[in-house]
């Protein structure tokens, strides 16, 4: 069975600061990791994925992420916030083998002006 | 070029009755997935449809059906309706090219269920 856990119902930030959301993922065969931002009232927006290669992949809107094997993470980043980024941002896992993606139960971040 | 579309955008239905939820795909993709957002959670697998079939299914009861026709759309229907299903339903859609496809969501038909 796959699953992610993203320990942070709520990240604040002031505007200007760095942001990190936490993301952990269990999968049996090699992860294939994803970021979704899903804004009020609105289906999800695909910001960034990790199939294979660098750790660390860049994704929309200055969004990046590392991965980390060992730790079985996939936090996301960005170097400066921006009160537009105010969101309620999902992670999600599968495996090669598989179509379904199952996701984290979901991070807000808030950022303050 | 447009997203995926979902009809319709809000649904009002009460127990025991049916619905029908539709989806188009983004253009190019040949897969729609569908999934179910209840209120304060991540989303939930439902199913899948690819080359007009089911490919992998979700935990879900067999009330939840679905349908892919030539042109790739999809439906959803559910029957037999609970209060339980009340939830925010969407779309993904996807082009099959070995194991990375990246899913592109809709903006989702929000259903409350009375």
């Known amino acids: 069975a796959q699953s992610v856990a993203q320990p942070e119902d709520q990240v604040n930030v002031a505007e200007g600061n760095p942001l990190t959301v936490k993301c952990t993922y269990s999968?049996?065969?090699?992860?294939?990791l994803f970021w979704y931002v899903q804004y009020p009232n609105r289906g999800l927006q695909f910001l960034l994925k990790y199939i294979t290669g660098d750790n660390l992949v860049k994704g929309s809107y200055g969004f990046e992420a590392e991965f980390n094997k060992s730790q079985t993470s996939f936090h996301l980043k960005k170097p400066s916030a921006l009160v537009s980024d105010s969101a309620l941002y999902f992670c999600a896992v599968r495996d090669g083998g598989r179509r379904a993606l199952t996701f984290g139960s979901g991070t807000r971040l808030q950022v303050q002006p | 070029d447009a997203g995926v579309t979902q009809s319709p955008t809000h649904l009002i239905k009460t127990r025991g009755q049916q619905v029908t939820l539709r989806c188009s795909p983004k253009s190019g993709h040949d897969t729609v997935s569908w999934y179910q957002q209840a209120l304060g959670q991540g989303p939930q697998f439902i199913f899948q449809?690819?080359?007009?079939?089911?490919?992998q299914r979700g935990n879900f009861p067999d009330r939840f059906s679905g349908h892919q026709f030539p042109n790739y759309s999809s439906e959803l229907n559910v029957n037999a309706l609970l209060l339980g299903d009340s939830a925010l339903y969407l779309c993904?859609?996807?082009?099959?090219?070995?194991?990375?496809?990246?899913?592109?969501f809709g903006p989702g038909t929000r259903l409350t269920v009375l």
């Open positions: 999968v049996s065969g090699n992860p294939y």
């Open positions: 993904a859609s996807s082009w099959t090219s070995g194991s990375t496809d990246t899913q592109y």
């Open positions: 449809y690819y080359e007009e079939e089911e490919r």
